[in-house]
């Protein structure tokens, strides 16, 4: 399955963005982040920012927007999509998560969706260092008192959210390093039933492909939860020099 995904990145853009541009009708993705924080006049990345879902909502609000993914067919379709908004104060450029070309305390807030999980999934011997070497990045690029958002599948096809199995590593280690916890529906409405088959299909694959035909589903449900982390300097310099100190200890 997410293999399945891995290809559609490099090479289904178009797909892509047809299919979650359905994605959350009801406008639950911009109410969740606007109840967490005031994005206007924030310097902000995305990170895998795909085909620019969450750029394009935030373009407008903020002083300046960078989107970065490890996909540059999936930046192509977001650079398309900005150059047509009239916005100026966007870039894009391909760098993982856990090697940003960005300024050290240079950032008010970062958001992500649906794509930080996948250091945990695509790395399953490693999946905590990886998690943690992009949770350094993010200490280094933001200042102190910004905000992480980060949006992650709790089960599409569901009316109410499940952990979904591939994220079994990541769900708890977001509560372990101190992210706090909400869930919103995100469902998809489809402009006919051929749509919502071929689309649901196309990505998720065939199970939920089959489903959406049997349950008739135009809407198709979704649940998403949203994690966010202030990043505080004291408590940031705090954690350094204790570490320090149990190191100093481990060697003296
Ligand atoms: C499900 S898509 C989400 C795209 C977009 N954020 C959205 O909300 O539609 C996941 C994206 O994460 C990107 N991605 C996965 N691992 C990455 C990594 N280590 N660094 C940067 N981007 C990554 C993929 O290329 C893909 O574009």
Redesign the pocket.
Known sequence: MSDQ??KI??SEGDR?EAL?SR?DYQGNIPRAIDEIVSVDGLDVL?????????TLMLAPRVKSIRA????AE??RVCRERLMVSGLSNWQVDV????QLPVEDHSVDLVV?????S??AV?NPDSWRR?LEK?LGEMKRVLNGGSFIIL?ESLGTGNDSPIQLDHLKDYYPWLEEVGFQSKWIRTDYKFESIEEAEELSRFFFGNELGDKVRKNNWIILPECTGVWWKKISVNHDFNVTLSERSLRAKSLG
């Open positions: 995904q891995r990145y490099q892509y979650i994605e995305d990170l895998g920012a795909g085909t620019g879902r969450l970065f993914d490890a996909s999936m930046l760098a993982d998560h856990r992500s969706g649906w794509s930080v996948y250091l695509w990886e992009w949006f």
